[in-house]
């Protein structure tokens, strides 16, 4: 089992910044992908950004310029740098970890709010 904890959600006025975090910790295969969804009210959840162990990283349309995932490998560790906040960035923010049997697993979710 894979367990994922995120952290770093809250409240900020429209422009500004946030950064998300999650720590993966259990029984991780090394080649994974790394992940963050959002769920606004309504709507379906939708991928953010995502980064594989090994290959290019995958943003959505509406924060591409905005918004960069890293992860470090040896700390089973991904983030997320929010700039240019939007209002309709607001929504919950998942952690997602997909490994190489096509297992997946997610975070408990971390709410985010941009005020305008």
């Known amino acids: 089992q894979v367990q994922l904890v995120e952290s770093g959600g809250g409240l900020v006025q429209a422009g500004g910044s946030l950064r998300l975090s999650c720590a993966a910790s259990?029984?991780?295969?090394?080649?994974?992908?790394m992940g963050w969804y959002r769920q606004a009210p309504g709507k379906q959840r939708e991928l953010v950004a995502a980064?594989?162990?090994?290959?290019?990283?995958i943003y959505a349309d509406s924060v591409k310029g905005r918004f960069t995932i890293s992860r470090d490998n040896a700390k089973n560790t991904v983030d997320l740098q929010m700039n240019s906040l939007k209002p309709e960035d607001t929504a919950v923010y998942y952690c997602?970890?997909?490994?190489?049997?096509?297992?997946?697993?997610w975070g408990q979710g971390t709410q985010v709010t941009v005020s305008s």
């Open positions: 259990g029984s991780i295969f090394s080649i994974n992908t």
């Open positions: 980064i594989p162990s090994l290959g290019s990283t």
């Open positions: 997602n970890l997909v490994d190489i049997t096509s297992s997946g697993y």
